[in-house]
């Protein structure tokens, strides 16, 4: 089949920057419009403004209806939403079963209002854990809602939409097998540069840091493994360039990355959660993760079900409260966070998430039952590294692959491969592969941990 993307590929440069143009403004029309969008544009404000205890009653009495609405129009809730009072609308949320990516897939239909679903209204899709993808549907009031909540967010940031921004996002619009510039794309309708991540290597990276230089945005926006290969290249390439801000999502942020951005740009990252279910939570100016009650109620859950208090990591459970025409209750997300209980004293009276842990997939479980699921801990001192990735080929054997930079000698590798096995514990093995690049997903987003014991998926290294 051949889709917009096939067609946008096959074309020569100038055709392919006015189809891009002219599918950017349609889908502009189409969601940044309406009530919705204004509604959603200015729900962090109103976080600002109004008290946690108004805002929880309003959450509740939102999440009343939305239970009630569904309860009666979708038959696969009819059973699964025991029936209730506005009291203890709380513990009937907490009584229906979570629902993974895979029970949503196979309920199909049951899982979608009928009626609505006659209505114009938007298809995603998203990888299974199966790799079998899942496609959600929303109501354009709910796509709406939810451009709005991220617009609202990047401009409580200073994100000012008169000025030009960059875009390192995973839409493929150049085809692979190009070997000279141009590797972007300019966006007349977003007032957007789109850079093709897919095209960043060490030899391409003078060309894309020139047309930095040259288009000069503002702010930048994308998968933060993309933001720090810029980085790093315009730290090597010694250039000029300085962006106000930089804006994440995605991918799990590592704090390696926003020193890297200090350190480059000299601005901060500010990095939001967000996926099938709509925005999730976002950072404010102090670094923690809010999260938005009059969309979603989040929950942080452990293996069996139960609520987590804070500081202990657990899986995020999100009900959407914005798309009744194929609702997501208690949805497993299969992302790993920690609630936090400090006030956090910047404004918005929302509750808070400490972490962002990543994904469960990403877990990797060392023999002694530890579990590991981030990068961070190993790379805390790690010098000369673009990009890591730690596999875990069987129990006992992790190889971490490494794209080096300049300076990464025998020294590096000894403090690396120390601080790797102190973390790691005894009775591991630990071998360090360096290697050009590092394969991203399908969608060019990278995995920084990666098991391979129990699925045998998901070893995508190049060597060479
Ligand atoms: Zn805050």
Not at 132 to 156: M, Q, S, W
Not at 161 to 184: C, Q, T
């Amino acid at each position: 089949m051949t889709t917009v993307t096939d067609l946008l590929l096959a074309m020569p440069h100038p055709a392919r920057v006015l189809a891009a143009n002219v599918v950017a403004y349609r889908l502009d029309r189409q969601r940044r419009a309406g009530r919705a969008y204004v509604a959603g544009r200015g729900l962090i404000e109103e976080y600002r403004k109004c008290e946690w205890n108004d805002l929880e009653k309003r959450q509740h009495r939102l999440l009343l209806g939305f239970l009630e609405r569904i309860k009666h129009r979708i038959p696969f809730y009819r059973e699964r939403i025991p029936g209730g009072t506005a009291a203890d609308v709380a513990s009937r949320l907490a009584s229906i079963p979570p629902l993974t990516k895979d029970e949503a897939r196979l309920a199909g239909k049951g899982l979608i209002d009928s009626e609505m679903a006659r209505d114009r209204h938007f298809v995603g899709r998203t990888s299974g854990s199966t790799g079998t993808p899942f496609v959600f549907r929303l109501t354009y009031d709910a796509l709406r809602c939810r451009v709005g909540i991220r617009d609202g967010f990047y401009e409580l940031h200073g994100f000012d939409f008169g000025e030009l921004n960059l875009r390192l996002g995973g839409r493929l619009f150049v085809r692979a097998a190009r070997k000279r510039p141009p590797f972007w794309l300019r966006d007349h309708v977003a007032n957007q540069v789109l850079f093709s991540i897919y095209h960043f290597s060490e030899g391409t990276m003078p060309y894309f840091v020139e047309a930095l230089e040259k288009y000069n945005p503002r702010y930048i926006t994308g998968y933060p493994s993309a933001v720090q290969l810029l980085a790093s290249g315009c730290r090597d390439l010694g250039s000029r360039y300085r962006p106000k801000g930089v804006f994440t999502d995605s991918e799990t942020v590592l704090d390696a990355q926003r020193a890297l951005v200090r350190e480059v740009w000299g601005c901060e990252i500010h990095d939001y959660y967000g996926m099938e279910v709509g925005w999730v939570a976002g950072q404010c100016a102090r670094g923690a993760y809010h999260i938005s009650p009059l969309t979603s109620v989040v929950e942080v859950l452990d293996e069996g079900g139960n609520a987590l208090p804070p500081g202990v990591p657990g899986e995020i459970v999100v009900t959407d409260l914005t798309n009744p025409l194929m609702p997501l209750v208690r949805y497993r997300t299969g992302d790993l966070a920690v609630w936090s209980d400090r006030e956090c004293g910047c404004g918005w009276h929302t509750p808070t998430l400490e972490r962002i842990e990543g994904r469960m997939d990403d877990l990797v479980i060392l023999p002694d039952g530890r579990k590991i699921g981030r990068l961070d801990h190993i790379l805390k001192s790690a010098a000369n590294i673009r990009e890591a990735q730690l596999v875990q080929e069987k129990l006992d054997r992790f190889v971490l692959y490494v794209v080096p930079e300049q300076g990464f000698d025998r020294n590096c590798e000894d403090h690396l491969r120390r601080d790797a096995l102190a973390r790691l514990g005894r009775g591991v093995s630990f071998e360090i592969r360096r290697v050009h690049r590092l394969d991203k997903t399908r969608t060019g987003k990278l995995r920084s941990v990666v098991s391979l014991v129990g699925n045998g998926d998901g070893g995508n290294q190049k060597d060479g």
